[in-house]
């Protein structure tokens, strides 16, 4: 048994490296363009602001990852983001220390996650549709809960989760990067992630080898949505105000962050390092074109351009490993 | 003899002709209210000098989906050619994208501008960048939507100029509904906000809610959000002819909300049976006004607005004072004066 579970960790889950040394080609070949064309770009400030702005997108989109390499996906995390912020606001403004209240703000996350991956798990339905229907009611509390009106004004020490600094770097990158590293471990090493690979590689296969198959998917969706949660307490924290209405799309532009990362939606396999670099590449066009002066909407016509190439290049890659990218 | 007249005649023709292309005012026209508006507005800034350096200033809008802010970046265009100065405009994709708002400032406190302006979507959601833009020294002018304490609370200090009563704008409109409808025994209202949170929403509603309670045949039924969408505003427009199919008048707090309640009450069969009336006078709503679809709309200019706080970043750089509670004039654009406001923009 401790064999064959052992062969699994060795052929499941190594993405292969110079998919990786492509998107870190990728997006170096991005920052030296930028810094070309415009001399704001290279700057430390700016840099940190890149890091900055891709936080929250970082910390959600491994989460992500992880439900993917189990065959999963997460469409509430933007419902998850509102309503822990929301949680979160709440307690402080009810005088409990942030401390705490960040705690409690997981914590109700991780609820929400467990709730997604019993849907999965208990009742077999497929997550596209679990989590479709959750994000709409996790995000429809927030609005009762708040009767759509933000929450605002929060200790500083809290605030200084989204725009403190460590040192030269952002706090909240710092909180993505920790994050990420988390991730990639559980991910890589642990029983539980070796377990959710396995799931998502081949279910039957996992079940007869004694995976506990339910049980990790239902822990599997609720690291995600944890991680979820954390991203809404960093915008909570940046922007100084919980609302209902945050964390809108964030959860298409996770899915675009692990797709470029190289993670396949077949499961069995996770780069978490991918998805970060997916991530920053996302949040280095934002910036830079923003720098050089494209309007917004441009800027998501190469967002968009940018995605479907890195897509096909995944896909080429694979092809040639003799790899389908959607293998059932 | 004949050929001799006809070539005076036309020699005349053509000395006329030239004459009337001279350019200026060959008599003293009035001035429109939207020139006179305008000139009003810059009075109160005061003369503000043309840079001698070159000039870069940075601006954050809201979103280019609504016309009123590409009217107000024509504004600032405007500006930037009479002056001389660069002016890079920006804006979020959507109403209410307070956070890529906050990360388009920030991205150009980074680029040394000589001055930034914002025009913010919420009371906070720009206060982080403004406090990097106070560490740097770049002076920053904003409207009085910013939570001021809060932001020098952070560290910031944003010249917020008055700009706009919006209490005032949300006032005007609700007025006119309401006396309309008192003169034909009173009827019943309701108000469809902004994006709640917002300060001109809750500003706009707040007037609009005084207005009506100051009319005792006047009932306010209802009081929604609309959060500045057209699909929004629709779908509760259906709502509220449905709960009280004797509405008369709403009070919307923008004009893409009041014209996608007009298309609602028009769908169900109820024109001109329900006054609505908007604020922002975007082009549309002129046009749905001279139809009489729309009863009115309460205008101030955003063209008017983009270069007045153009002139004020441009009069901040060069380290001017600026006067804190400048106000641009609002008007309130109904069937009666909608052709002198042609030129309104």
Redesign the interface.
């Known amino acids: 048994m401790q064999d064959a579970q052992a062969g699994f960790v060795k052929r499941v889950g190594r993405l292969n490296r110079h998919q990786r040394m492509g998107l870190l080609a990728f997006l170096a070949g991005l920052a030296i363009l930028f810094s070309l064309l ?1 001399p ?1 770009f290279p ?1 430390w ?2 840099l940190s ?1 890149v890091l ?2 891709s936080a ?1 997108q970082i910390v959600v989109a491994v989460g992500m990852t992880l439900v993917v390499a189990a065959r999963g996906i997460d469409l509430s995390v933007g419902g998850v983001m509102a309503l822990s912020g929301i949680v979160t606001a709440g307690l402080m403004k009810a005088q409990w220390a942030w401390g705490l209240a960040l705690l409690a703000g997981l914590a109700s996350g991780a609820a929400m996650g467990a709730l997604n991956g019993m849907g999965v798990a208990l009742l077999g339905i497929h997550p596209f549709i679990v989590t479709l229907g959750t994000a709409g009611i996790f995000r429809a509390v927030a609005l009762i809960a708040t ?4 929450i ?2 929060f200790p500083l020490c809290f605030r200084a989760l ?2 403190g600094h460590w040192g030269p770097l952002p706090s909240s990158a710092l909180i993505a990067l920790a994050a990420s590293g988390f991730g990639a471990v559980v991910i890589a090493w642990t029983r539980f992630g070796t377990n959710a690979r396995a799931v998502g590689d081949h279910p039957e296969a996992a079940y007869r080898l004694g995976v506990p198959v339910e049980r990790t998917r239902i822990g599997i969706y609720t690291l995600c949505s944890t991680f979820a949660a954390l991203g809404g307490i960093i ?1 909570t924290a ?4 919980a ?1 209902a ?2 964390g ?1 799309g964030i959860e298409l532009e996770a899915i675009a962050a692990v797709v470029m990362g190289g993670t396949s939606f077949a499961g069995g396999e996770a780069s978490v390092l991918g998805t970060l670099l997916g991530a920053l590449i996302i949040g280095t066009l ?2 830079g074109l ?2 050089i ?1 494209v ?3 441009y800027q ?1 016509l190469v967002i968009g351009v940018v995605f479907m190439a890195a897509v096909l290049a995944d896909r080429l890659r694979r092809r040639s490993q003799h790899n389908d990218l959607f293998e059932t | 003899m004949l050929r001799y007249e006809w070539l005076s005649g036309l020699i005349l023709l053509l000395v006329f002709w030239t004459l009337s292309l001279v350019p200026g005012r060959a008599s003293a026209e009035p001035l429109t209210p939207w020139e006179k508006a305008r000139a009003e507005t810059f009075a109160k800034l005061g003369e503000v000098p043309k840079p001698d350096a070159p000039t870069k200033i940075g601006t954050v809008l809201v979103t280019l989906s609504n016309p009123f802010w590409v009217s107000m970046k024509e504004g600032y265009e405007n500006a930037a050619r009479e002056f001389g100065v660069t002016i890079d405009v920006q804006a979020a994709p959507q109403e209410n994208s307070v956070a890529n708002q906050l990360n388009i400032l920030e991205n150009m406190v980074a680029k040394d501008y000589d001055a930034l302006c914002a025009h913010t979507i919420t009371a906070q959601n720009l206060i982080p960048a403004f406090v990097k833009a106070a560490r740097k020294g770049i002076p920053v002018v904003s409207d009085n939507r910013v939570d001021l304490p809060a932001a020098r609370e952070a560290g910031a200090d944003p010249i917020t100029l008055g700009l706009v009563d919006f209490y005032g704008q949300g006032r005007l409109g609700a007025e006119y509904i309401a006396r309309a409808l008192s003169e034909q025994g009173g009827g019943k209202v309701a108000i469809i906000e902004g994006l709640p949170g917002a300060p001109q929403s809750e500003a706009r509603t707040r007037g609009a809610k005084d207005a009506f309670a100051a009319f005792p045949d006047v009932e306010m039924v209802s009081s929604q959000p609309g959060n500045w969408d057209r699909a929004k505003a629709f779908s509760v427009t259906q709502n509220l002819i449905q709960a009280h199919p004797d509405l008369a008048g709403i009070q919307c707090a923008n004009d893409i909300m009041a014209l996608a309640a007009v298309e609602a009450i028009e769908a169900a069969g109820k024109s001109g049976r329900i006054m609505v009336v908007g604020i922002d006078l975007i082009p549309q709503g002129k046009e749905a006004i001279r139809e009489g679809r729309l009863a009115g709309s309460v205008a101030f200019s955003p063209f008017v607005i983009g270069e007045t706080v153009a002139r004020a970043a441009i009069a901040a750089a060069q380290g001017l004072k600026i006067p804190g509670d400048l106000e641009v004039v609002s008007v309130l654009a109904t069937k009666d004066n909608i052709d002198q406001l042609a030129d309104w923009k």
């Not at chain 1, 940046?238 to 105000?241: A, F, I, Q, S, V």
């Open positions: 415009s704001h700057r400030e700016n602001n900055l702005q929250v009767n759509a009106r933000p605002y004004g989204g725009s915008v940046r922007l100084n105000t609302e209405i945050a809108m934002a910036n923003t720098i002066n309007p917004t909407y998501q």
